[in-house]
């Protein structure tokens, strides 16, 4: 078991990494076009890579293994407004990529990162911020939240539309039992992917795991196949993370 567990995240890591390439949420619909207005997409030189939500007026939370090695899949911009990739919005360059200071590559410990946006966003219409979730977040098993991103469906296929789909909270003792206790994070949440055919996969690397209307989690990473009903999908906790935020955000950089 323990060699299923390793090769398990050797492709989680993989197909993951630093480039976040791939996006599928499986089993979601199309956003509404006056819902989650927060959501943006992080674009290297050939396009989306990662999803984001705007926090500040210039500040866009994301995951840090969305960041790259080389110049070529480096984050160098972010569209804001639109849910549709084909459709023009508001972008604005990256100015700064604040990854946390603790991140892991090889295990994804404290994957969160902080994006500086080269000018303000316009925040009003189709562009809004997102709360923050409280220091003292207790999200209960089951409790029903939701995530959104831009890709592939199921297997096969992109599509330039922003989809949602609602994921429930799994016990963190089933998590770490179904992952094993030695390649799951400190400070994750775990929704979605068990016991369903609903949730991420592969991605949408960075985006938000929405509950009570707040930033609840990053997404992180999940097994590499979409429809093994046996493993969780993993979210970094941003409630844990808050005094970092505050501290990028007050500071105006890091």
Not at 46 to 67: K, Y
Request: aromatic share 6%; net charge neutral.
């Amino acid at each position: 078991m323990q060699a299923l567990h390793k090769l398990l995240l050797l492709h989680v890591l993989t197909y993951l990494g630093r480039n976040a390439l791939g996006a599928k949420i499986i089993n979601g619909v199309k956003v509404p076009k006056d819902s989650m207005l927060f959501m943006a997409s992080v674009q290297t030189t050939d396009g989306h890579v990662c999803g984001c939500s705007l926090i500040s007026d210039n500040f866009v939370l994301t995951a840090a293994h969305c960041d790259g090695d080389n110049d070529d899949d480096v984050p160098v911009r972010v569209v804001f407004g639109t849910h549709d990739l084909r459709k023009t919005g508001t972008v604005r360059h990256v100015e700064q990529r604040c990854k946390h200071p603790d991140y892991q590559n090889d295990t994804l410990e404290n994957d969160i990162m902080l994006l500086k946006l080269s000018q303000s966003v316009p925040v009003g219409g189709t562009i809004q911020r997102i709360r923050l979730p409280p220091p003292d977040m207790n999200l209960q098993p089951n409790q029903l939240c939701h995530v959104a991103g831009w890709g592939e469906t199921e297997t096969d296929g992109r599509v330039d539309d922003l989809r949602v789909v609602n994921v429930s909270v799994v016990d963190q003792k089933v998590c770490r039992r179904q992952w094993s206790n030695e390649y799951v994070p400190a400070n994750v949440i775990c929704a979605g992917g068990y016991k369903t055919l609903k949730g991420f996969c592969r991605g949408d690397s960075g985006g938000p795991l929405v509950c009570n209307g707040v930033a609840a989690g990053v997404v992180s990473f999940a097994d590499q196949s979409c429809m093994n009903q046996s493993i969780p999908n993993v979210y970094t906790d941003v409630s844990k993370f808050l005094p970092w935020i505050d501290q990028i955000v007050s500071r105006n950089g890091c």
